[in-house]
């Protein structure tokens, strides 16, 4: 896509470089040509080379999909450990999507290998074979090859194919077959398959063994190391089945959308997590967006600037690949024709003498970026350069600034290497992948730069807040397998270019029987003894956790946190199951921030919405909660005591309960809950739902006309509020409303009808007992409300409210009021009557009526 | 948290439990001046809300050494359920909520 310039400024101040890495080179292809996409007057060259050897290759989507990218150098593969779920015993399937450079070679090619003491080995022969490995049911190395290469199959090196391999040894006449497809399509079930000529027997001992050796991708296990039959190419997908035509017991997709462009570990669909192994300036890289890749040995691209430039602002997205390369590697610089860049250029961005930073040059003297050069570490470079004020950011945080006078100007620009003096001739390359630069005049507004940087943003997704203002990301994915999180191999939740959390900042736990438990992706709380001591920590913001029962996201005061548990600050309730991580975000974080934070936990593999299942007390007394987010619920079975004691709540958004059937005392205490909700859905898919004092000792002012007609226990439901009028609400099906509204000291109107057609399976003796004692603001017209709707139901006072029932022991309905309001009215007088004749006793004011 | 991967214990007298813990900490090689331990001490276990007094705790079994004496004084091993329903026991309401008692209500720690 180009970026049409006059959408960012005006053609009067349009820049003079915008180059783009949205190329139309193939997967590998060496670039010779970066357009420049300005359209400015003052727009300059393309950025250009000239000899092959020197250009850098691309790496763009594949049929607009992401893949893994494997460079064919040792160490780069992807990998999944051993587990018993992935045993083979008679049958294997393997079907691939890949997009190799060449199907033949020197070296035969892993496609998919579990190997080295059992299990297969699955790849393409030297000569463009199909060809497979396998120990039988005694332990025997056996092999055998398709009958015609994939060539035959009219495929070509480069294309993109699908490949399948079956092996049947349910007997000793073992039977072996090869596939292959071209086919267009992202689904394997949508593929029509060719077999590479026909069936391949072999005897065997029959079966398969298994071993305990790692799955692996792009190159396979030969020695105990994963460095034989390197790929050079891209795989898309790959799955292996345990039965012909079964499921997979092993499914990478990396075409799926959780997995993130420079993903180094993620969770696949099988459940398995998949690791990628990087090594060298060539690493292997999940593409998830298009780049071109710098190798850092001889990689360089240059131009002309079109004119004399000596200020300006400079945006550049990239990832650093590796500390290697040459000290001091560019990234971008700016030269006078024939004058070095590091002396006479005015913008420089570089790899730090082989440092994990990123050096910035701004005109006189160098900034630094601290751990910012990291192939985990995608980054948004912008770099302001004018006489009297240089500024350089990194992911819009990590702000460096300097105000030198400068008096130099430049006519040539240099990517991936330094400017081309005959002594430093393309050198000082930096391996890196290159998304993004533009270079826009001094002439445009610091605000339209932030536009600038921000539209660059949205478009390459590079950076979000987490990344620039988070206070911390205890990311399990951090961790190493089996770490123990003692004092002396912590948790570090540092963010690295953070402006708010950009330091070591370690969580531990040094009691063992209390230590929750890592397998380098998750953190596992066992009980409700595991959790976490952290420093005491009093940051406000918004706590974003992401775990097996659910991703939550919190707004938190800065009350003193000393521990951590699953789901965040402690309250006085420890939660067990798995973490995924915990983001702490600024106050200031958009609904959108948040979601992206959200995001990235839940394609990591925490579940979006609630588990099925219970959370009881899972905030209890979360007297740090301000704002409560995360509403999706509809598995929750049981919200008993979910927010109790949740002392600092003031906003709770619209939650979907439909099927949770106790919400006793959930909201019980949540003193600052001024509202609830009127779109909150509670119990409304579920029977007999328990709402005892759900909302008791709550700061409620009001209530929402809610759907509670599948409630029967509303015993101390809205216990001393401060309710002042109550709606019309269906609960027909109530059974007991014992101290209901009791102690709502400011209640003044009770709706009428709110009985008329109350119709309860069974009734509890005491129903109605102390149900509206202690409301001295109630009108002589609710009362009035109250006794004329009970009437109207026509319930007498035993448990089947019918005439003639087994009576209830209390049948007294309390009732205090105001009597200022009036004294009780004929219609009152009459109800009581009424009720007396059905049983019940009417007590107002402390006096039986 | 199952009595399959855990056990329960009520402990009544706090030093037998911190006997214990010296003991058990001094068998795993857990010098007593550093805070690496077993257990927590005994003011992080969790208070027995109907004693106040005495303490509860579940541990995992995977961590406890055949070596580890539970015979003290005051330690009485109970059961996930009687550790539950210890473990979130509350005073009865000042009000009689006779009926509350027939409700078969859903155990809220099992989740």
């Known amino acids: 896509m180009a970026l049409n310039l006059s959408t960012l400024t005006s053609p009067a101040t349009s820049g003079n470089v915008l180059q783009e890495v949205t190329t139309t080179a193939d997967f590998l292809e060496s670039v010779p040509v970066l357009r420049n996409l300005a359209r400015g007057t003052n727009a300059g060259g393309d950025a250009e080379q000239s000899v092959a050897l020197n250009q850098p290759k691309a790496l763009p989507l594949i049929d607009g999909e992401g893949y893994l990218y494997v ?19 008679n049958e294997l399937e393997v079907v691939a999507r890949v997009k190799y450079r060449s199907y033949s070679g020197a070296d035969a090619q892993c496609i998919v290998a579990k190997w080295a003491y059992g299990d297969f080995n699955f790849r393409f022969h030297t000569s463009g074979y199909l060809e497979v490995f396998f120990k039988d049911s005694a332990n025997v190395s056996r092999s055998t090859s398709s009958a015609y290469t994939v060539y035959n199959n009219n495929v070509s090196d480069g294309d993109t194919i699908w490949v399948k391999m079956t092996i049947d040894a349910s007997s000793t006449s073992t039977n072996i077959d090869f596939y292959t497809s071209k086919d267009s399509v992202k689904n394997e079930g949508d593929v029509t398959w060719t077999a590479l000529g026909t069936t391949r027997t072999i005897t065997t001992n029959g079966g398969i063994t298994s071993g ?18 390197l790929v050079t190419g891209a795989i898309l997908k790959a799955n292996y089945k345990s039965a012909i035509g079964g499921s997979p017991v092993l499914d990478v997709d990396f075409t799926a959308n959780n997995v993130r462009h420079g993903d180094t570990k993620f969770k696949c669909a099988t459940g398995q997590v998949v690791t990628i192994n990087q090594s060298g300036n060539d690493p292997a890289t999940v593409i998830k967006k298009p780049v071109l890749r710098f190798d850092g040995v001889n990689s360089v691209l240059r131009g002309l600037l079109g004119h004399t430039h000596s200020e300006g602002y400079l945006f550049a997205a990239f990832t650093g690949l590796s500390t290697g390369g040459d000290r001091w590697g560019r990234v971008f610089t700016t030269n006078p024709e024939g004058l070095t860049d590091n002396a006479h250029g005015i913008q420089y961005i570089a790899h730090a003498a082989n440092t994990s ?15 910012l050069w990291d192939k985990e570490k995608n980054v948004l470079v912008d770099l302001k350069v004018t006489n009297g004020l240089q500024r350089s950011r990194v992911n819009n945080a990590d702000e460096q600034a300097s105000t030198n006078s400068l008096n130099v100007s430049t006519d040539q620009f240099n990517i ?20 993004y630069l533009a270079l826009f005049p001094a002439t445009i507004t610091d605000a339209q730069a932030d536009q600038i940087r921000n539209y660059i943003n ?14 911390f990301f205890f990311d399990g994915a951090a961790t190493d397998d089996g770490q123990v999180l003692s004092s002396s191999t912590p948790w570090n939740g540092r963010i690295v270019g953070s402006d708010n959390g950009d330091s070591d900042f370690y969580i531990s736990q040094n009691t063992l029987d209390d230590r929750p438990t890592t397998d380098g992706y998750k953190i596992t709380f066992a009980d409700n003894t595991d959790h976490f001591d952290i420093p005491s920590t009093t940051q406000a913001g918004w706590q974003v956790v992401g775990t097996s029962k659910g991703t939550f996201a919190y707004r938190v005061n800065a009350n003193a946190v000393s521990e951590l548990t699953m789901l965040g600050n402690a309250g006085t309730y420890r939660a067990s199951g798995d973490l995924y991580g915990i983001i702490l975000l600024p106050e200031s974080a958009t609904n959108r921030d948040i979601e992206e934070a959200r995001k990235l936990l839940i394609d990591r ?20 909660i301000v704002e409560f987010r995360q509403t999706a619920f509809q598995g929750a079975t049981t919200l008993f005591r979910g927010w109790k004691g949740n002392s600092n709540l003031v906003s709770f958004s619209a939650i979907q309960a439909t099927n949770c059937s106790n919400f006793q005392d959930a909201w019980y205490g949540c003193s600052s809950l001024t509202q609830f909700p009127q779109d909150a859905k509670l119990g409304t898919e579920a029977s007999n739902v328990n709402f005892t004092s759900a909302w008791q000792s709550s700061g409620l002012t009001s209530f929402p006309a809610l759907d509670l007609s599948s409630g029967i226990i509303f015993v101390a439901s809205w216990n001393n509020t401060n309710i002042s009028k109550f709606p019309l609400l269906n609960l027909n099906n109530g059974r007991d409303f014992e101290l209901a509204w009791r ?3 400011l209640l003044t109107d009770f709706p009428s009808g709110f009985f008329d057609s109350w119709n309860p399976i069974t009734i509890y003796s005491g129903v109605f007992n102390e149900t509206w004692d202690g409301c001295p603001a109630l009108t002589a017209t609710s009362v009035e409300n109250i006794l004329t709707s009970i009437a109207a139901s026509g319930k007498w006072s035993t448990q089947s409210g019918l005439e003639g029932g087994t009576a209830l022991s209390d049948a007294t309905i309390d009732i205090d009021y105001n009597v200022a309001t009036g004294s009780l009215t004929a219609a009152t007088l009459s109800a009581i009557e009424t009720l007396n004749g059905r049983g019940w006793s009417v007590n107002i004011n402390g006096v039986i009526q | 948290m199952t009595d399959d991967t855990h056990r ?14 010296a003991a058990s900490d001094a068998a795993r090689g857990f010098p007593n001046d550093t805070a690496e331990r077993w257990l927590p001490t005994w003011d992080e276990l969790f208070v027995d809300p109907e004693t106040t007094t005495d303490r509860l705790y579940c541990i995992k079994r995977r961590n406890i050494l055949d070596t580890d004496d539970f015979s003290g004084e005051g330690i009485t091993e109970i059961d996930l359920e009687t550790y539950l329903e210890r473990l979130h026991w509350e005073e009865p309401m000042e009000e009689d909520l006779e009926m509350i008692d027939d409700l078969q209500l859903e155990e809220p720690w099992t989740n």
Not at chain 1, 71 to 89: K, Q
Not at chain 1, 358 to 370: D, K, M, P, R, S
Not at chain 2, 8 to 21: G, H, K, V, W
């Open chain 1, 458 to 471: 949205n478009r390459n997704r590079v950076f979000s807040l987490i990344d620039s203002q988070g206070y």
């Open chain 1, 71 to 89: 460079s064919g150098i040792a160490g780069n593969s992807a990998t999944v450990p051993h587990e018993s779920s992935l045993n083979l015993t």
């Open chain 1, 212 to 229: 305990t050796n790692p799955v692996s991708f792009g190159a396979f296990d030969n020695s105990g190391n994963i460095n034989d039959d």
């Open chain 1, 357 to 371: 930073d990123i050096g910035v040059e701004q005109g006189i003297g160098t900034a630094y970026h601290l751990g």
């Open chain 2, 8 to 21: 329960f214990y009520r402990f009544s007298n706090q030093t037998s439990y911190e006997a214990l813990t």
């Open chain 1, 416 to 435: 991936g290497a330094n400017e081309g003096t005959e002594t430093r001739n393309d050198g000082e390359n930096a391996p890196l992948d290159l998304e």
């Open chain 1, 605 to 624: 593999g925490a579940l979006d919405a609630a588990y099925t299942g219970g959370f009881g007390s899972a905030w209890l007394n979360r007297t740090d």
């Open chain 1, 743 to 745: 102690n709502n000291n």
